[in-house]
């Protein structure tokens, strides 16, 4: 049937809870950017495409929109 074990619970390295955290935090933002960056994409592609912007204008909306939602971000 079942075992009955007697000991602690956890075996291996003990958490590092530091690097945990930082690793985190780093996935989070830049998933946050990614996010951002994709939306501006998105938006300048349909500006491009869309109206009579173009390449050279859906390339500023672009950046426009990166900048912005990075400032927005912090």
Do not use: D, Q, W
Not at 7 to 19: F, H, I, L, T
Not at 63 to 68: D, G, R
């Amino acid at each position: 049937m079942s075992e009955h074990h007697t000991g602690p619970v956890e075996v291996g390295a003990p958490m590092n809870y530091a690097e945990h955290e930082k690793t985190y935090n780093l996935f989070l933002s830049a998933t946050k950017l990614g996010t951002i960056a994709l939306c501006a994409l998105m938006i300048a592609m349909a500006a491009g495409f869309f109206t009579t912007a173009g390449f050279f204008g859906g390339f500023i909306v672009f950046v426009v929109l990166l900048v912005a939602g990075t400032i927005i971000l912090r």
